[in-house]
């Protein structure tokens, strides 16, 4: 199985703060890295697909890039409704997999 | 509007079984790829399984902690995705949610998720 991981499992930031969070996988995976948004009690919601491609109706302050095995999402300026955790999944090869997701709240 | 809603969710013990079922409308089922992810208290998403539309084949893939207890399979006829858990696990207790596929792989709509919970 393809492990993804990561960083930072955790974050402490304000509004207005620009925010990066990083995927690393353990091999390479081409763009197939999809970015995934959870709040406390709801499902998951789709923010970037195909490392770099916004999801209809996502705020342009989100972004994602990358290629191969590193992968990052950025927040340009942190908004109060954007606490909350953030998932990154590979599915260049089955099984799918996901990063263990990094929980963004507020300082 | 793209609607997912699962059902079936409950208490189970220890080597039981539980069938999920999801209810899809808002788009053709016929042509989608369906999947299902679990999350269990507290953690991160787990995905479980896929299934592909018949004009794709039909095939399922399963992540390794499932295969060969869980079984994911659809009619076209009603628009119901359905996840069979077999030989149940304290392990598989979570949240289930169905999900869209696009065929590159990712989730696109999720429903709100049920609950299954094993323990004897």
């Known amino acids: 199985d393809i492990l993804m991981t990561q960083s930072p499992s955790s974050l402490a930031a304000s509004v207005g703060d620009r925010v990066t969070i990083t995927c690393r996988a353990s091999r390479t995976i081409s763009s197939s890295l999809h970015w995934y948004q959870q709040k406390p009690g709801k499902a998951p919601k789709l923010l970037i697909y195909a490392a770099s491609s916004f999801q209809s109706g996502v705020p342009s302050r989100f972004s994602g890039s990358g290629s191969g095995t590193d992968f990052t999402l950025t927040i340009s300026s942190l908004q109060p409704e954007d606490f909350a955790t953030y998932y990154c999944q590979q599915t260049y090869n089955t099984p799918y997999t996901f990063g263990q997701g990094t929980n963004l709240e507020i300082k | 509007e793209v609607q997912l809603v699962e059902s079936g969710g409950g208490l189970v013990k220890p080597g039981g079984s539980l069938r999920l079922s999801c209810a899809a409308s808002?788009?053709?089922?016929?042509?989608?790829?369906m999947s299902w992810v679990r999350q269990a208290p507290g953690k991160g998403l787990e995905w479980v399984g896929r299934i592909k539309n018949k004009n794709d084949g039909g095939t399922t893939d399963y992540a390794v902690p499932v295969k060969g207890r869980f079984i994911i399979s659809r009619d076209d006829s009603t628009n119901m995705q359905y996840l069979q858990m077999n030989s149940l696990k304290t392990e598989d207790s979570a949240i289930y949610y169905c999900t869209t596929v696009v065929w590159v792989g990712y989730s696109d709509y999720w429903g709100q998720g049920t609950l299954v919970t094993v323990s004897s």
């Open positions: 808002g788009f053709t089922f016929t042509n989608a790829w």
